[in-house]
Each structure stands twice: as structure tokens, then as C-alpha cells.
């Protein structure tokens, strides 16, 4: 039974991704797209995979979706068509040799992993000194730390490149209004997220204290949080901050700040990014904590975009 | 039992099969954002189905988060889907 289902299951991912690739208008493509995210997630679950699923439904599915959505909106209200016009041969030839060396570079590497791996024997062995017991968390946050602090800072450097292009006149301003303009879709959507936003808190702290042992973490938590604002800011409920507020700017840093801190604090006891004996949960714990709220925060404004001039937010800032 | 949820998971999976045909077949936009919800709701059933037949309680989470994140799609469609210059300042765009 348990074949039978994975068999159906990859059918299905691979007929979504080619009919989001298919499909002519661009609106059903992304349709496809989520539900490609959505099949993918159920894929990692029947992987065993539980934390990959968690950040594939929440970042692939979720947060993605919306954001390309929207960048379909406000590509259509500028007068672009988005559909696809047709390309030149050379492009496809061109396009079809790219994807198809990454394909087999990427098998290659993944083949490349013995099946006798002593990899995940190796980090069992090395868990109990953290005092929490998934091992993802420990890779993430102590064995591979370096990577991890990286990666936030990366984060952080999208959002400075996407305020980077804020027009004449729009820094620092707030982005442009996600507030959906008709009036009873408005007060629909706004009770919702009012109900919505509250449950997305305790759902990402959740997810937060609950991945020291079991799957979860930062990143999954703080998708759901960012899910959570976005839907507010499309109901109304909350208003989209100005670019040069301290406060927001405080929430933005706090997390990779934090990470580093802590990992210049190890200097002292010999390596960066070392965690004091003893403390290590503890350290683990708050890192996630104000990560979840940065990553958020990040990720909210990303999908929100450039600030605009405040005159354009009135409008619909497109 | 185990076959039993197994089962379960596989017929909430074939049901997600045939949204995804309504959603290739539309034929309107808002038919392909309503077949992209009952895909949605249905993979929220195939995760707890699957979590119920591996005995793995942390699949439920992952449903949890698939529940919360679902309704994000259609509020922004109708976000995009707003009719400009209808703001409340009534302010037109031309």
C-alpha cells in the first residue's frame, strides 16, 4: 500500500510541475505551483522527513504562493500582459542544456551518498552534549552553525537589495498598502485575520520550542508568522511599517545580531561559534526564538516589496 | 489499522487528483483558485492520514501549518482581483 501511495504521489508531483510549466495563463500556473509545493511537502512526509516538509508547506506553499500572486497583480495593473510570448529556439536549446546539467549534477551528488552513510550515526553520538534531541536543529544551529549565520544575513541582504529600489520620493516610506480595496471582501478577510493572526503567534512559537526536540525551528516558525502578518495586512488589520522605523528595524536585526553575538561570545572559550558548557540549550533556544521573529519580519516585507511614495500607497501603489 | 489509514490517505489522494483536473481545466480563473483550495484541503487530510498510518505524531503539525498558510492564496487572489480606484477616498485612476 505504502509503494502504491509514493508511486501515485510522484505521478501527481510531476504532473503538477509540468502543468505549471503547460499552462498558458499565468494565474494557473501559479495555481499549479502551490499545489506542486503542497504534493512536494507530503513527499517529505512519506520521506519521514518531517522538518523539510514543515519549511516546504510553509515557505513553498504558503508564503511563495501569495507573493507570487501579488507580483502577478501589480505586474498586470503595469500594463504587462505576463503571458508568455514565444521564445527563440536558441533560448530553448540554451534553457534545455542549463536545467538538464543541473539535473544530472544534482543526481550525481545525491547518488554520490553512500547508503552506508555513518553521517546520521555520527551526529546521534554528538546530540546529547546540545541537551536537545532533533537532529536537525543540532546541524543547524550547532555543528553547522557557520552556515545557518550566513544564511540570515542573507536574508537580511534580500530585503536591503529589494528596498534598494524604492522609487524617487519613496524612501523611507512604507511599502504599498496589501489592504484589499473592495469594502466587503475588506471585512471579510479583516475578521479572518483578525482570528488568523493570533493563532499564527502561538503556532510559531510553537513550532519554535517544539523543533529543540521534534521537528520545527526558526524558518518554519517564522513562515508561519510572516503568514500570519501578511493575511493582516491584506484584511486591514494592521498597517505595513515605515522603512525607517526603529523599532521594525530593531526586530529585523535582533536574530542574526543575536547569532553572531553569541558566536563572538565563543571566542572567549576558544571557537567561534562554541556554546558555553551547559548552556547550549539554552543559547539554542533564544537564538530560534528572536531568529523566528527576524526571519517573520523578513520575510513579510519581502513579499510586501519597495516602499513607494506615500501618494501611491493611496492608490494602490502600482 | 495501519492498512486502513494507508487506504484512507490514498483515496484523500486520488480526490486531490481530480481538483488538480479542475484546475487544468478551469475554465475560469476563480474556478482554478477554488480547485488550488480543495487541493489544499485535501493534502491538510492526506498529512493526517499519513501521520495516523506511520503512528507519527508530528505530521499533525505539519498539517497544522498546511491549515494556517491555506487560506493565504485566496486572500491575496482577492486582493489582486480588487477593482481599481475603489478605494474609500474614492479617488479614481486614469
Known amino acids: 500500500m505504502s509503494l502504491v501511495f509514493d508511486l501515485v504521489l510522484c505521478l501527481m508531483i510531476l504532473g503538477t510541475a509540468a502543468a505549471s510549466l503547460l499552462m498558458r495563463s499565468a494565474l494557473g ?20 522527513a518531517v522538518n523539510v516538509a514543515l519549511a516546504e508547506i510553509a515557505i513553498g506553499a504558503g508564503v511563495t504562493g501569495i507573493l507570487l500572486i501579488l507580483a502577478h497583480a501589480r505586474l498586470s495593473a503595469m500594463g504587462d500582459p505576463v503571458e508568455c510570448e514565444p521564445t527563440s529556439p536558441w533560448m530553448r536549446a540554451a534553457v534545455a542544456v542549463i536545467c538538464g546539467g543541473l539535473i544530472v549534477l544534482l543526481s550525481v551528488a545525491v547518488l554520490s551518498i553512500s547508503p552506508t552513510d555513518r553521517m546520521g550515526a555520527q551526529i546521534a553520538t ?91 525551528g526558526a524558518f518554519q516558525g517564522g513562515t508561519v508568522l510572516a503568514g500570519g502578518i501578511l493575511v493582516a495586512a491584506l484584511g486591514g488589520a494592521i498597517a505595513l511599517p515605515r522603512a525607517d522605523d526603529m523599532r521594525l528595524r530593531s526586530v529585523l536585526v535582533l536574530g542574526p545580531a543575536m547569532f553572531l553575538g553569541i558566536g563572538l561570545g565563543g571566542i572567549a572559550l576558544g571557537r567561534f561559534l562554541s556554546y558555553p558548557v551547559g548552556l547550549e540549550k539554552a543559547l539554542i533556544v533564544a537564538i530560534e526564538y528572536a531568529l523566528a521573529l527576524s526571519i517573520g519580519a523578513t520575510l513579510a516585507l519581502l513579499v510586501a516589496g519597495k516602499p513607494v511614495p506615500p501618494a501611491a500607497v493611496q492608490e494602490g501603489g502600482d | 489499522m495501519t492498512g486502513l489509514f494507508y487506504a484512507a490517505a490514498m483515496a484523500l489522494l486520488v480526490t486531490v487528483a481530480l481538483a488538480l483536473v479542475r484546475a487544468w481545466k478551469g475554465p475560469g480563473t476563480i474556478d482554478r483558485i477554488m480547485a488550488a483550495q480543495l487541493v489544499g484541503t485535501g493534502v491538510i487530510g492526506v498529512a493526517l492520514t499519513l501521520g495516523a498510518a506511520r503512528g507519527d505524531a508530528t505530521m499533525l503539525d505539519a498539517a497544522l501549518v498546511a491549515t494556517l498558510l491555506a487560506a493565504l492564496a485566496v486572500a491575496a487572489f482577492v486582493a489582486s482581483r480588487a477593482p481599481r480606484g475603489a478605494r474609500k477616498d474614492g479617488e479614481d485612476r486614469s
Not at chain 1, 29 to 48: D, E, M, R, T, Y
Open chain 1, 126 to 216: 554528538l546530540m546529547p552534549a546540545l541537551g536537545i534531541e532533533n537532529p536537525v536543529t543540532g546541524v543547524l544551529l550547532a555543528f553547522r552553525a557557520y552556515d545557518t549565520l550566513l544564511e540570515t544575513f542573507v536574508l537580511l541582504g534580500a530585503l536591503v537589495a529589494v528596498w534598494a529600489i524604492a522609487p524617487p520620493g519613496g524612501w523611507p516610506q512604507r511599502p504599498a498598502s496589501l489592504a484589499i480595496a473592495t469594502p466587503v471582501s475588506l471585512t471579510v478577510i479583516g475578521t479572518f485575520s483578525r482570528v488568523l493572526l493570533p493563532a499564527s503567534l502561538v503556532m510559531a512559537a510553537y513550532l519554535v520550542w517544539t523543533g529543540s526536540d521534534l521537528p520545527g
Open chain 1, 29 to 48: 500556473g501559479i495555481v499549479f505551483f502551490i499545489a506542486f509545493g503542497n504534493l512536494l511537502g507530503i513527499a517529505w512526509l512519506s520521506l519521514g
